[in-house]
């Protein structure tokens, strides 16, 4: 078996695939699986945890490893580092003037509050068939930023229903709102009409034993339709602070797209990206995932120096009249003994096959020993970033390439 710095490519089981899998949702994670490194989505075979376990061993600190992926990044309002690509299951907010960032489900905007009214008397009216915000605004004929939408929930394990007030133009934040309330689930129709609450018509006034937590805005809106928790009926000209009070004022719900930043004011704008670290640590798959999407081309990847899982591709081409094989075998000692990480192809595999292989695995150099340059003591040296090839000098690879991968390009 091959130290840490060497192996052979049989060794690995690598099995690389020609055609796109169809299962694959990136390119990336297309190239990871016909190379060998994912046998499905985080699926990781010898070669993904290969690949997975050099980053660490490599990495002296975080903000090292950070730095050495080469990758765009940009640090959240959560304390995590996030490689920006269009194709990143983390979908997020970011002011591209102050460099705000948060996850959609956390992100603060600058809410519009509702012009300022004088309060007016509370009113019960009838609203047959209302259940929804929409046909309520249209049954009413106001928009729909002067209704208080209900969302009602129960702590698990209890009975207890916990009454959430938003404005009825906006949305609620799951993550929000379990921040402020803690774990909570959808409320049973009997949980709610235990509390003497009527699912549809809904309202936090008069009810009894509920937990209430209202959005930030709701005390600075006036006159707005609440349920009336009878059925058919709601209130118009509802008032927090009048009409009923909360035990937790918080922001609650989800900033868009357009939506002013909370700390300069520009519009806020959608990202992607890969979790790349957070404060348990660095999610070493997620770089993987990252570093693929963004260095790849049509023939496979297309790995940095000290994020590949090794820095040279050696491989032979078969020749029935020179040992090409013993050659390499020369050479694949020499860079073992000076600590240069190497993937030693000895496969009896025709020319293409080996080039093809090599290309999808995306190791930064490849290093070809061939019938025809052996005959003249030289061998190819090709970076997998160039399309130009090198010849140099049997006796000088170690020295050549310990110079790439110390000072890589």
């Known amino acids: 078996m091959g130290s840490f710095f060497d192996m052979r490519f049989q060794e690995l089981q690598i099995e690389t695939r020609r055609e796109r899998p169809a299962r694959a949702r990136t390119d990336g994670e297309s190239y990871l699986i016909r190379a060998g490194y994912l046998r499905a989505q ?84 009838a609203t047959p068939d209302c259940t929804t915000i929409e046909s309520l605004a249209t049954f009413l004929g106001v928009p729909p930023a002067k209704t208080a939408k209900a969302l009602l929930y129960a702590r698990p394990g209890s009975d207890d229903l916990v009454f959430v007030v938003i404005r009825g133009d906006m949305q609620i934040s799951e993550r929000k709102l379990h921040a402020v309330a803690g774990a909570l689930q959808p409320a049973t129709r009997d949980q709610i009409t235990s509390a003497g609450a009527i699912p549809g018509y809904a309202s936090p006034i008069g009810l009894r034993q509920a937990f209430v937590v209202v959005d930030d805005m709701i005390p600075d809106s006036e006159n707005l339709v609440a349920g009336a928790n009878q059925a058919g009926f709601h209130l118009k000209n509802s008032n927090y602070g009048r009409d009923y009070q909360a035990h937790k004022v918080a922001d609650l719900t989800l900033a868009h797209p357009g939506d002013s930043c909370e700390a300069c004011s520009s519009p806020l ?15 070493f798959t997620s770089a993987l995932q990252a570093l693929a999407e963004q260095n790849h081309d049509d023939r496979g990847l297309r790995l940095p120096l000290g994020a590949a899982p090794f820095d040279v591709h050696l491989l032979h081409i078969p020749s029935r009249e020179t040992d090409t094989k013993g050659a390499a075998a020369v050479i694949h000692g020499r860079l073992e003994e000076a600590g240069i990480s190497v993937l030693f192809d000895d496969r009896d595999e025709r020319a293409g096959v080996k080039f093809n292989d090599a290309d999808l695995i995306g190791c930064p150099l490849r290093v070809t020993v ?12 090709k970076r997998r970033s160039d399309a ?7 006796d000088e690879t170690v020295t050549r390439l310990r110079s790439l991968t110390l000072s890589p390009r």
């Open 42 to 125: 985080d699926d990781l075979t010898r070669l993904g945890e290969r690949a997975i376990s050099r980053l660490g061993h490599t990495s002296k600190d975080d903000d090292d490893f950070l730095l050495r992926l080469g990758l765009p990044v940009l640090k959240t309002a959560e304390d995590e580092v996030v490689a920006v690509h269009p194709t990143g299951d983390l979908h997020l907010l970011r002011c591209p003037t102050c460099g705000y960032a948060a996850s959609v489900e956390t992100a603060r905007a600058r809410k519009e509050p509702l012009p300022p009214e004088q309060a007016l008397p509370i009113e019960r009216v």
């Open 269 to 283: 704008e959608s990202a992607a990206g890969y979790l790349l670290a957070d404060r348990s640590g660095i999610r």
């Open 370 to 381: 061939g019938e025809r340059n052996l005959a003249d003591r030289m061998v190819e040296l």
């Open 388 to 394: 130009s090839i090198e010849l140099i000098p049997i």
